[in-house]
């Protein structure tokens, strides 16, 4: 039954060995989705729910928390009780976040799963989520900008030894509102390599960051 309901699969539902009241809950259940008072008015008018007055209630409680944050323009919050994962660690509240038709981010609450690393079998309420990085990128598509802008100035490490020191002196760099971007250096190249990138960029200046701190500077023709 789980599986036909995370797949909103109807015709399996209604194929199962089971009662056709039990058929009945299931096949209501997979339509329980819009907007979140509308879905617990219609859990607290149904006959499978009379015994369920404590999770109605928590659901309702969270809803009332979400809007207390003032982030409940337009329909931005959907109550679907036909979603469900097909793995069973969760033990509370599942969600997901959807941006131009992709799931950008998904989670959920898991009150026994940390036990199961615990020596001792101790576990903690935790929520845990991801983002889907692939899915974001192509949310934002639109929004990201398509050519990079040009920087002030290519930051470069001169040893790994260096590497802290440049990242304080490009972190400087960035509080000066006359610089318009930096760009870090991550790989140790050529210092004739590092010039050809930074005419390749349209980067004028190079500041070579030493292990001591020191800097020098170059401008770049």
């Known amino acids: 039954m789980r599986q036909c309901l995370a797949s909103l699969d109807r015709i399996a539902i209604t194929e199962m060995d089971l009662p056709a009241d039990v058929k009945g809950y299931a096949l209501e259940l997979v339509d329980l989705r819009g907007n979140?008072?509308?879905?617990?008015?219609?859990?607290?008018?149904?006959?499978?729910?009379?015994?369920?007055?404590?999770?109605?209630?928590?659901?309702?409680?969270?809803i009332d928390l979400w809007?207390?944050?003032?982030?409940?323009?337009?329909?931005?919050?959907?109550?679907?009780?036909?979603?469900?994962?097909?793995?069973?660690?969760?033990?509370g509240i599942i969600f997901e976040v959807a941006c131009n038709n992709y799931v950008v981010a998904q989670g959920g609450r898991y009150d026994r799963l940390l036990g199961?690393?615990?020596?001792?079998?101790?576990?903690?309420p935790s929520v845990g989520f991801c983002l889907n990085l692939e899915d974001l990128q192509q949310a934002l598509q639109s929004r990201l900008p398509q050519t990079l802008a040009i920087s002030s100035c290519l930051v470069v490490a001169k040893t790994p030894d260096a590497m802290q020191a440049a990242?304080?002196?490009?972190?400087?760099?960035?509080?000066?509102?006359?610089?318009?971007?930096?760009?870090?250096?991550?790989?140790?190249?050529?210092?004739?390599?590092?010039?050809?990138?930074?005419?390749?960029?349209?980067?004028?200046q190079i500041a070579w960051v030493s292990n001591d701190g020191a800097i020098v500077s170059e401008k770049i023709i």
């Open 36 to 62: 979140p008072k509308d879905v617990l008015s219609r859990l607290a008018n149904s006959a499978w729910t009379s015994g369920l007055t404590g999770e109605i209630n928590y659901l309702k409680s969270l």
């Open 67 to 91: 809007e207390s944050t003032g982030l409940t323009s337009g329909d931005r919050l959907i109550l679907d009780l036909s979603f469900m994962q097909t793995f069973d660690y969760y033990t």
């Open 116 to 124: 199961l690393y615990h020596p001792q079998n101790v576990s903690y």
């Open 167 to 204: 990242f304080a002196h490009a972190a400087l760099l960035r509080q000066d509102p006359d610089m318009e971007a930096i760009e870090l250096e991550l790989e140790f190249r050529a210092e004739e390599l590092v010039r050809d990138h930074a005419r390749s960029r349209g980067i004028s």
